[in-house]
């Protein structure tokens, strides 16, 4: 799923009876403390029978949208601290920092396709670390996506 698809989808496997190979979550449009111990998507991490494989989330600092847009919009309730959007944000979002405050995610670099990737099994979360790959909240269409999503499915 890419953006608030990726909530959407995240929320039908959380809530399904489906067990999808993985999940892929590019340039999420929710909180990076989501599937942290006190998110609300911990069930997809924690419950081994949600998702068979890795939890695939790309970041990019550039991705305006989930960066600023949605901390933005998160915090209506007038708390502007300093740092909106970075990882110490507690209303930043996944498709600008990946997964945040959980102990099963690992920050990798997203690879040129062909590139040998170790996904570890059972429930792990690989945030895709997107710097100078993906440039916009919209620019997921890349091969490197695609090699990840693949070899992700084939592990």
């Not at 942290?36 to 949208?65: H, Q, W």
């Not at 990737?117 to 996506?145: A, M, Q, T, V």
């Amino acid at each position: 799923g890419h953006s608030f698809g990726a909530r959407l989808v995240t929320a039908a496997t959380m809530a399904g009876s489906f067990q999808p190979r993985c999940l892929a979550l590019l340039q999420a449009a929710f909180s990076h403390n989501g599937f942290s111990p006190e998110g609300y998507f911990r069930k997809v991490i924690t419950e081994s029978a949600k998702v068979k494989g890795p939890v695939l989330i790309s970041f990019s600092s550039a991705d305006r949208a989930v960066g600023l847009a949605y901390p933005i919009a998160s915090r209506l309730n007038g708390d502007w601290a300093s740092g909106i959007g970075d990882a110490n944000d507690k209303y930043g979002g996944l498709g600008r920092n990946g997964a945040q405050k959980t102990s099963e995610a690992t920050t990798i670099p997203l690879q040129k396709a062909g590139s040998a990737y170790n996904w570890i099994s059972g429930p792990r979360i690989f945030n895709l670390d997107s710097n100078g790959i993906i440039h916009d909240h919209s620019d997921i269409c890349k091969p490197e996506i695609a090699y990840a999503l693949l070899s992700s499915i084939s592990s």
